[in-house]
């Protein structure tokens, strides 16, 4: 089985396309970094226009902490799909190349090349996520300095602690690894009833897109659905940067305002996860290779 | 001798096709045997299920005298294939899919080993090219060259030859050969063209809408005194005359494709091409066609591919 992770990762990282993802990331947040290193100024004026009239900030809100949270917000909804690009491409590019047959006439169960496959794709996904975070939340403190987090919440505002923020980053990367692998599951799920890598791909993003827009919707009939869909969960990352507050409305330091909700979430997502392989595995045994 | 492959009443049904239909045959070690039969036959389809990529309707596959679906892992650790395009991983180097596939087979390849293998299907010089960069009869040789990589003792080679220009055949055909000859090897080796198969093959199959049509030695098959021969002639109809008045009367055939069909010994040629001068036929061309090729036209059903079968 080792061999067969060794080999996967292997053909996934001498692929040019592998890299087309971390170079997207990294143009897209050298970007926005640049734009606010040199009107961040104006960009948190227009953060605070709405809260303006109502409290004073002293100090510049801008640093390395808020400028990684604002590109997570703007990234998590891209990344997916910069994973399903390979998580896709897994058995349905191996069948487009025609090295599929060759692959299972080799001395290993499809089962265990399957998992390996997939065991490939989520390393691929979570070096995408470390890639995010490096870039992003790293390169931004080195740039920006640290301080303090203001968050403008829909309602509410959240200030976080400068000492009480990197753990939460830490949490919301690992439950966006787990969000991630959720969409490389899916798109591996699509890969196996394909012969080309597009149809997988776009089936995958249009399902992340049908059901982000039934989890956001807020039509009765459809709330029933939505703590069943994996989108509903796939940003509950956010859930990290949301703290208990004592009696005088002082944020307590460690907390998290719904610990519960993240377990939730979690569990969802693993359930679609097993489910998606676990799927994948049990059609694609069953399957005869005519490509 | 040892009976390397065994298949019984292999059936596979497509929803309402029956691509192979209660096929039985078997392989002895060191054939080169010949699976033989026209596009869409079955052949690939059966090949498929000998090497657990289809999944069996009905029947039995024995290879080692081990059953396929309960041994899978230990058969095939021992098959080498070609399965009919000889595709790899065009962004790889010859090297590098090499590797990965001996890796894939279960070995551990040190670099000579890659290097020699690379070096005997004549690829050695471009071991650190990029695949795409390759022309269709060096893919072909990688493919071989990758089936071999772990010293098999079976090697099913699927139409090997599509595709590839006249010395890419005549490579593969001695690789075939080479194979058999000098390391020993069954190999099974299918074809749509039997000029391909006849050169090499020591036992054939022909097969023809998934059922069997024969299965026997090839030197059997190729009877020498079933020698079909095609006559060409400036005037068919005099020359018809003429043959009809001699000898060869008994052995005339009749007429094929603008062609006088006689069917004799292999050893009588000489004595025909004689006779046909003295009667003043003027000759154009006397083609033998072997009779292993003249069967595969009268069991296989179609003769609308009688002009690839004869090339």
């Known amino acids: ?291 | 001798m040892q009976q390397i492959v065994q298949v019984t009443d292999l059936t596979k049904q497509f929803k309402n096709l029956t691509a192979v239909n209660q096929l039985s045959f078997s392989v002895n070690e060191g054939d080169v045997y010949g699976f033989l039969g026209q596009n869409g036959a079955g052949k690939s389809t059966s090949i498929r299920m000998m090497l657990t990529l289809i999944e069996p309707t009905k029947g039995n596959i024995e290879i080692f005298g081990m059953n396929l679906s309960k041994h899978r892992r230990e058969i095939l650790r021992n098959i080498g294939a070609v399965i009919e395009k000889p595709d790899v991983y065009k962004y790889l180097s010859a090297y590098d899919n090499l590797q990965l596939f001996a890796r894939l087979s279960g070995i551990k390849p040190t670099r000579k080993l890659l290097m020699d293998q690379l070096e005997m299907v004549g690829l050695a010089q471009r071991a650190d090219d990029k695949v795409k960069t390759f022309s269709q009869g060096m893919k072909q040789r990688l493919g071989i060259g990758i089936a071999l990589v772990h010293n098999p003792q079976l090697i099913i080679l699927d139409e090997p030859t599509n595709g590839l220009d006249p010395q890419g055949i005549a490579d593969i055909r001695n690789l075939i050969l080479h194979l058999s000859r000098e390391m020993n090897k069954t190999v099974i080796v299918s074809s749509h063209l039997l000029s391909e198969i006849e050169q090499i093959a020591t036992r054939v199959l022909i097969i023809d809408k998934g059922k069997k049509l024969v299965e026997g030695n090839a030197s059997e098959l190729l009877d020498p005194s079933q020698t079909i021969v095609e006559l060409q002639t400036m005037d068919n109809v005099f020359a018809l005359q003429q043959i009809k008045l001699s000898k060869w009367i008994d052995k005339l055939q009749g007429q094929r494709n603008n062609s006088i069909v006689i069917k004799l010994d292999r050893r009588e040629i000489p004595d025909l091409h004689t006779d046909l001068a003295s009667m003043q036929i003027q000759l154009l061309s006397l083609q033998p066609r072997h009779s292993l090729e003249d069967y595969f036209l009268q069991v296989t059903s179609g003769n609308q591919h009688v002009d690839t079968y004869t090339n």
Request: net charge neutral; glycine share 6%.
């Open chain 1, 1 to 291: 089985m080792l061999t067969l992770i060794q080999i996967e990762l292997y053909k996934i990282f001498r692929r040019p396309r592998t890299y087309i993802a971390f170079g997207a990331i990294a143009a897209l947040i050298l970007i926005i970094q640049f734009g606010l290193k040199v009107d961040g100024k104006s960009y948190a004026d227009f953060l605070m226009k709405d809260v303006g009239g109502t409290m004073e900030i002293d100090g510049n809100i801008i640093n390395g902490y808020l400028i990684c949270y604002i590109m997570l917000q703007l990234l998590l909804v891209h990344v997916p799909l910069l994973v399903a690009l390979i998580a896709a491409d897994m058995i349905s590019g191996e069948a487009n190349m025609g090295t599929l047959r060759l692959l299972l006439s080799k001395p290993y169960s499809r089962t265990e090349l399957l998992i390996a496959k997939f065991l490939a794709a989520t390393v691929y996904t979570i070096m995408l996520l470390i890639w995010l975070a490096i870039l992003a939340l790293f390169v931004s403190m080195w740039i920006f300095g640290v301080g303090d987090m203001f968050l403008m919440k829909s309602s509410y505002v959240v200030l976080i602690s400068q000492n009480d923020v990197f753990w939460r980053y830490a949490g919301a990367f690992v439950f966006a690894a787990l969000a991630m692998v959720t969409v490389a599951a899916l798109g591996f799920l699509l890969s196996i009833f394909a012969e080309n890598s597009i149809g997988p791909i776009v089936a995958t993003m249009s399902i992340i897109v049908f059901f982000t827009i039934l989890s956001t919707l807020n039509i009765p009939i459809f709330n029933v659905l939505k703590p069943y869909l994996f989108t509903t969960h796939l940003i509950s990352w956010k859930e990290f940067f949301d703290l208990k507050v004592n009696d005088a409305n002082e944020a307590i330091i460690g907390s998290i305002q719904n610990p519960q909700r993240i377990i939730t979430s979690a569990l969802v997502l693993l359930l679609h996860i097993v489910g998606f392989v676990g799927s994948a595995i049990f059609i694609f045994n069953k399957k005869d290779i005519l490509s």
